[in-house]
């Protein structure tokens, strides 16, 4: 058993080669039913880790036969745990909800065997995903409420400290966000050979520093595809708050999307499609808009005026520009102020006559 419990340490720890070592030791050691049901469940969470999500569940269905057995019963949690994030990932709400139920359980009635093995963090992951990232906050600032649990739970599952730091960073709480930094700075430091440790203190010290540089060092570091794609999403969403950033934001999302199936993450890859699409669409289309004739209108209250004068709807305007309705009433209020319509008929009568006008002011000047 021993030999089993190095080996779901080392698959936190995403050292891989070395847990599927110690797992075939364990095989080599004996030869029991109980036994091997508990390696299967060991051997489903280096599964999930490598994104073989249908052979994770597979092995779980063999695993969770220590369910019954009251000698293994403790090893339980680790199959429940595999079986919730499989389904978070696939977006299965239904079923995360009810593996999440049996996870409490397994605390409740002390059979939460490892520290190092803690689905703490895990609770908090699905809170957020069934609930939202506000009723999360409290939970993931419980997880870090001292030193020790904030160094258990990077032990427990390091590629997830990004996560809980990103509601912090949302939350506004950059003191509790700091101290994770902190600690995992210090625990990389005094365990320069658990590169995952590594791994996840760089990515934290990128979120704080908004460092793009990091983060991309962060990915080059060579960690796991699902821990990659989170990373470059990272990224996708920091060079999105510049508008100069358009083909390097598209290329990271596409790369995450990617990532995030090929970890089989689907549910994670959705929600990248639509960050790509919505930022592709919008920045695309802003490319074609006309520039404005009219000094006084910026580009976008242009296209909108020109749309709006030509008859049609402010909801058709938001399809054709991939904008809000709530966003096309607002240019059109201001659009309104600047040229000195009242109403949207009245906008179209001058409109002509506006451009006209510009048009005449412009060829004057030359």
């Known amino acids: 058993m021993a030999s089993l419990q190095l080996a779901l340490l080392l698959t936190n720890l995403r050292r891989i080669d070395e847990a599927r070592h110690a797992v075939r030791q364990a095989a080599l050691a004996v030869d029991d039913p109980a036994i091997n049901a508990v390696t299967a469940l060991v051997k489903a969470k280096i599964a999930l880790c490598d994104g073989r999500i249908d052979e994770a569940g597979n092995l ?40 999440a139920n049996q996870l409490k359980e397994d605390v409740l009635f002390g059979r ?71 600690c995992a700075v210090a625990l990389a430091a005094e365990n320069p050979e658990i590169h995952a440790i590594a791994a996840a203190a760089l990515h934290l010290e990128a979120l704080l520093e908004k460092d793009v ?28 708050e510049s508008s100069e950033e358009f083909r390097q934001v598209c290329a990271h999302y596409e790369t995450a999307m990617r990532s995030y199936a090929d970890a089989g993450s689907p549910r994670d890859s959705s929600r990248v499609r639509s960050k790509l699409r919505r930022h592709d669409t919008s920045k695309a289309a802003a490319r074609f808009w006309p520039s404005s004739r009219i000094p006084a209108l910026t580009d976008t209250e242009y296209a909108v005026a020109e749309l709006v004068a030509g008859g049609l709807t402010n909801a058709e305007v938001a399809g054709k520009m991939f904008l809000s309705r709530h966003t096309v009433a607002f240019h059109l209020r201001k659009i309104f102020q600047k040229v000195g319509a009242k109403s949207r008929i009245e906008l179209a009568v001058m409109w002509k006559q506006l451009v006209g006008r510009e048009s005449l002011d412009i060829s004057c000047h030359f």
């Open 60 to 99: 779980c269905d063999t695993g969770m036969l220590v369910a019954n057995d009251p000698r293994y019963a403790s090893w339980a949690p680790i199959g429940n745990m595999v079986r919730a994030i499989t389904a978070m990932r696939r977006g299965e709400l239904a079923t995360m909800i009810h593996h």
């Open 213 to 240: 540089n990091l983060l991309q060092q962060a990915v080059a570091s060579g960690c796991d595809t699902w821990t990659r794609a989170s990373v470059n999403e990272d990224i996708g969403d920091l060079l999105s």
């Open 112 to 182: 939460d065997p490892f520290p190092w093995a803690s689905p703490a963090w895990l609770v908090v992951q699905i809170i957020e995903a069934e609930k939202g990232w506000e009723v999360a906050v409290p939970l993931a600032r419980a997880l870090l409420e001292s030193e020790a649990s904030t160094r258990g739970f990077l032990l427990s599952e390091p590629t997830a400290a990004s996560f809980v730091v990103r509601i912090l960073l949302r939350a506004g709480d950059w003191e509790t966000a700091q101290r994770v930094r902190r």
